[in-house]
C-alpha cells in the first residue's frame, strides 16, 4: 500500500534550549485510503503532529512526507493535497455560511466555475442549505462544526485532517459526521487522520491507531493488536493502561 | 466577596504586585497632589486669579466639572460594553445573591480605581485653591463635595453599565453594539474639551447674554452644583460665612442626589440582571449587490477577488468597525473646528491633513491585525496563505480608507475662503496618495507586532500604540527634512509656497511608501514565523 503520511523522527521542541519537547522524534506512516487515529491525553502533541504536517509550524528536527511532498520544500503542494478541521478553528462569524465556503475555496484556488456547484452540494450533504444565507455568528456550535468540516473539504484534498472532529457535537449531528467520515474512507477513498479524546468514535472509525503521550509514540496498530498488547479488554482500558490514568480511589480521596 | 472578586479581575494584569498596588496608588497619589499638581497648576495662579472674579468663571467652571461628572459616567460604561459578559451574569444569578449586591459588589470592587481618578481631578482643583488662602473647613467640603459628586457619577455609570450590557447580552449582535457604542459615546465630550482648549470657548463666555444660557442649561446638573460651591470659595477665601447658605444649599442638594442614585441604582438592579431573551434574530446575508460585486472586480474577479469581497464584508458588518471610521472622521473634524487656525491657507490645510488626519484614519482602519490567532491560521494552512492575507488586508485598508480620507479632504478644502478647484483637486490626489502610504505603513506595523486579542481593550491599546508611531513619524520627517534643509524650496525657489509644500510633501509620501512596503516585508517574515 501507498504511504501518503511518512514522518522520520519528526520533533517540535519549545522553549530556550528546547525543554519542551512536544513532538520528540515521531515515527508514523498512515497508507493511502486508510483512516488513523492518533489518540493522547491533553498536551500529548496530538495538534502540534496535525500541525506540522499540514505545515502551519515547522519541526526543529526530523522530516516528513505527506502525499509524497517534503513539509519544508513542497509547502504549497502539501497544503493543496490535505483539508484541515483544526481543534480551534478560526471563522469569520460576520460571513453567511455559503460565503465563508466561498472564502475557503478562493483561499485554495478553487476553480469558479465548480465553486458554486460545490458549496451546495456540501451544504445540502451537511443539512445547512436552507440555512446558507444566515451569518455564522447565529450558528449553534454543532452548525459551525458542520461547516468547519465542508470547508476542510472545499478543495476536495486526498487527505483529510480531522483533529476533535465530534468533540462538541450533539449525538444526532456526531453520528451524522461519522457516518461522512465512514463514507469519505470508503467511497471517496479519502486517507483520514483523526485526533480525537472520544474513543469510541476512533475505535469504530479508524483501520488502525496510534496512541501519543508527551510527544513520544507509545503505541501503534490495530484495536485488536493494541488490546492484545496491553491485555486489556476495551480500548478505554488499553489507553489507561498506556498512558497511565488515576484509580478510582485517587480521584475520590478527597472525600 | 463580589467586590473582592471585581477587585481581582480589574487588577488581574497587574496581579504580581498586587499586594501592594493601593499602599504604591496612594504614595503616587500623595505625590501628585501634594506636589506635582501645585507646581502644575503654579504658573497660572495669576491668571486664575483674575479669571475667578469674572462673568465667565461660573459657567466655565461648570462645563469643566460636566466634562469630567459625564467622563466619569462614561468610564464604567464604556467599559462594561467593550467587553459584555452574559456568562459572569449567569453566575450571580445562579447564586444565592441579591441583584442589587451584585451591584453594589462591583462598583466596590472598582473604587480604588475610581478613588484615584477622583483624587487627581480633586487634588488639582484644590491645587488652585491652596494660594487663594482658604481655609481648612473650605477645603474639607470642596474636596467632600468633589467625592460626592464623581462617586454619584460612577455609580451611575455603573449602574447604566449594567442595564445596557444586560440588555445588550440578550441579542445576537449585543457584543458588536456594545463595542462600538463604548467608540462612539466619548466623541461629544471630545467636541466639548477641543472647544475648551482651542474653540474660543472662555472668550465667548465672558459675553453676559452666553455664560447665562451656559449657567441656566447646566443648572439642573450636580456637576453645576459643586461648580457654584468651588467658584464662591474662590471668591471668598477664608470667609465660609459668606456663602454659608448658598453652600448649604448646594451641598445638601448633592448629598440628596447621590443618596436618591444610590437608591434607584439598587431598584434597578432587580430588574437589570436577567438572562430572558427579549428576541430571539439572526442575521442574514443578501447576495452580493454592485458594491461587493465592484468590490470582487478591483480584487481581479478570480479567487482574490473573492478573498478580498469576504475580509470587505466581514469587516463592513462590523459596526465596531464603522464606529472607528466616525470615531476618526470626527476626531478629525472637531480638530479642524476647534484646535487649528480657520483663516489658514491651503497650505496648512496640507500639512494639517498630513500630520494629523490621515495617520489617524490610517490607524483606526488597520490598526490590528485580526480577531484572534486562528483566523490566521486559516491562511497559514492554505497555500501562500500570509501573503494573501496581508494583500487583502491592505487592499481593504485602502478601499476604506482612501475614499473616507478624499472626502474628508474635499470637504475640509472647500471650506477654505477663495479655494480654487486646481487646489482642490490637487489636494484630494495628494491626501489620497498620502492615505494609501500610511495605510502601508501602519498595516506594516501592525503585522510586525501582530495583536491577536479578541477583547477590544488590548486591541485598541494596539491601535493607539501603531497611531502614536505613525504620527510621531509623520510629524518627525516633516520636521527632520525641514531642519536639514531637505526642501523642494531651495532646488526650485521660484515657485509659490503651496506648490513647495505641496512637492516636499509628495516626497515624504514617496519615503513613507517605502518604508510601508519594507515594514510589510518584515512583517510578512514575522507572521510566516508565529507557531
Known amino acids: 500500500m501507498k504511504v501518503v503520511i511518512d514522518t522520520d523522527k519528526l520533533s517540535k521542541f519549545y522553549g530556550q534550549g528546547g525543554e519542551v519537547k512536544a513532538i520528540d522524534e515521531l515515527d508514523l506512516q498512515v497508507y493511502e485510503g486508510e483512516t488513523f487515529g492518533l489518540l493522547g491525553p491533553n498536551g500529548a502533541g496530538k495538534t502540534t503532529t496535525v500541525r506540522l504536517l499540514n505545515c502551519i509550524i515547522k519541526p526543529t528536527n526530523g522530516s516528513a512526507y505527506v502525499n509524497g511532498y517534503d513539509i519544508l520544500r513542497n509547502e504549497t503542494k502539501v497544503k493543496r493535497a490535505t483539508g484541515l478541521l483544526a481543534e480551534s478553528p478560526g471563522l469569520y462569524e460576520k460571513l453567511s455560511a455559503y460565503e465563508f465556503l466561498e472564502f475557503m475555496a478562493a483561499l485554495y484556488d478553487v476553480q469558479n466555475d465548480i465553486v458554486h456547484e460545490r458549496i451546495d452540494g456540501l451544504l445540502k450533504l451537511f443539512g445547512l442549505y436552507d440555512r446558507r444565507d444566515y451569518l455564522l455568528e447565529g450558528y449553534s456550535r454543532g452548525m459551525k462544526q458542520k461547516i468547519l468540516i465542508a470547508s476542510a473539504l472545499i478543495h476536495d484534498p486526498p487527505i483529510l485532517f480531522l483533529d476533535e472532529p465530534t468533540s462538541t457535537l450533539d449525538p444526532r449531528a456526531a453520528l451524522m459526521v461519522k457516518d461522512l467520515i465512514k463514507t469519505l474512507s470508503d467511497t471517496a477513498g479519502k486517507t483520514i487522520f483523526i485526533c480525537s479524546h472520544i474513543l469510541p468514535i476512533v475505535e469504530e472509525l479508524c483501520d488502525r491507531i496510534g496512541v501519543i503521550n508527551q510527544g513520544r509514540l507509545i503505541a501503534l496498530g490495530t484495536v485488536d493488536e493494541i488490546l492484545a498488547l496491553t491485555k486489556t479488554k476495551t480500548l478505554e482500558e488499553a489507553f489507561i493502561a498506556i498512558t497511565g490514568g488515576a484509580e478510582e480511589k485517587e480521584l475520590l480521596a478527597w472525600r | 466577596m463580589i467586590a473582592r472578586n471585581q477587585y481581582r479581575i480589574s487588577t488581574s494584569a497587574i496581579r504580581r504586585i498586587r499586594a501592594y498596588f493601593l499602599y504604591l496608588a496612594i504614595g503616587l497619589v500623595a505625590v501628585y497632589v501634594g506636589l506635582i499638581a501645585p507646581a502644575i497648576v503654579n504658573p497660572f495662579i495669576d491668571d486664575f486669579l483674575a479669571f475667578i472674579i469674572t462673568q465667565a468663571a461660573v459657567p466655565l467652571v461648570q462645563i469643566m466639572l460636566f466634562v469630567f461628572f459625564f467622563f466619569m459616567i462614561l468610564f464604567p460604561i464604556s467599559d462594561t460594553l467593550r467587553e459584555l459578559q452574559t456568562a459572569q451574569i449567569e453566575i450571580f444569578l445562579a447564586s444565592p445573591v441579591k441583584p442589587s ?431
Open chain 2, 101 to 531: 449586591d451584585v451591584l453594589l459588589g462591583e462598583f466596590l470592587g472598582k473604587m480604588p480605581f475610581y478613588a484615584i481618578a477622583i483624587a487627581v481631578v480633586t487634588g488639582t482643583f484644590t491645587a488652585f485653591l491652596t494660594p487663594l488662602g482658604l481655609d481648612l473647613a473650605q477645603i474639607a467640603i470642596i474636596i467632600a463635595v468633589f467625592v460626592i459628586m464623581f462617586l454619584s457619577a460612577f455609580w451611575i455609570g455603573v449602574v447604566v453599565a449594567a442595564v445596557l450590557g444586560t440588555k445588550l447580552g440578550k441579542i445576537a449582535r449585543g457584543k458588536d453594539v456594545g463595542r462600538a457604542l463604548a467608540v462612539i459615546i466619548v466623541l461629544p465630550m471630545i467636541g466639548v474639551l477641543y472647544a475648551i482648549i482651542g474653540g474660543g470657548l472662555p472668550e465667548a463666555l465672558a459675553n453676559p447674554g452666553t455664560s447665562q444660557v451656559v449657567r441656566t442649561a447646566l443648572g439642573v446638573l450636580p456637576s453645576s452644583w459643586s461648580a457654584e460651591i468651588f467658584v464662591a470659595f474662590a471668591s471668598n477665601p477664608g470667609d465660609i460665612g459668606a456663602v454659608g447658605f448658598q453652600t448649604l444649599t448646594l451641598f445638601g442638594g448633592l448629598l440628596t442626589f447621590f443618596i436618591t442614585a444610590l437608591w434607584v441604582g439598587t431598584k434597578v438592579a432587580n430588574r437589570a440582571y436577567s438572562l430572558d431573551t427579549s428576541k430571539f434574530t439572526s442575521s442574514t446575508a443578501k447576495p452580493d449587490g454592485f458594491f461587493y460585486r465592484t468590490i470582487r472586480f478591483v480584487g481581479g474577479g478570480r479567487s482574490f477577488g473573492s478573498l478580498l469581497s469576504s475580509i470587505f464584508k466581514d469587516y463592513s458588518r462590523r459596526l465596531e468597525n464603522l464606529s472607528w471610521i466616525i470615531y476618526a472622521v470626527g476626531v478629525v473634524v472637531l480638530m479642524r473646528v476647534f484646535i487649528s487656525d480657520y483663516s489658514s491657507e491651503p497650505v496648512d490645510q496640507l500639512v494639517f491633513l498630513s500630520e494629523m488626519a490621515i495617520p489617524i484614519l490610517a490607524a483606526f482602519v488597520v490598526g490590528t491585525v485580526s480577531r484572534g490567532k486562528n483566523i490566521l491560521f486559516i491562511f497559514k494552512k492554505s497555500p501562500s496563505g500570509i501573503w494573501k492575507f496581508v494583500k487583502t488586508r491592505l487592499l481593504q485598508g485602502w478601499l476604506v480608507a482612501v475614499p473616507i480620507a478624499a472626502a474628508l479632504i474635499a470637504v475640509l478644502t472647500i471650506l477654505l475662503p477663495q479655494i480654487s478647484l486646481v487646489s482642490l483637486l490637487i489636494n484630494m490626489v495628494w491626501g489620497s496618495l498620502r492615505t494609501l502610504a500610511l495605510v502601508t505603513v501602519v498595516l506594516g506595523l501592525a503585522i510586525i507586532n501582530p495583536i491577536f486579542a479578541e477583547e477590544s481593550r488590548e486591541r485598541n491599546m494596539g491601535i493607539a500604540i501603531n497611531l502614536m508611531v505613525v504620527l510621531f513619524a509623520t510629524i518627525g520627517f516633516g520636521i527632520g527634512l525641514r531642519r536639514i534643509g531637505l526642501s523642494f524650496g531651495k532646488l526650485l525657489p521660484n515657485i509659490n509656497t503651496f506648490t513647495v509644500i505641496l512637492y516636499d510633501h509628495l516626497l515624504l509620501t514617496m519615503v513613507f511608501s517605502l518604508v510601508g512596503i519594507l515594514l510589510i516585508y518584515i512583517g510578512v517574515r514575522k507572521l510566516e514565523r508565529i507557531e
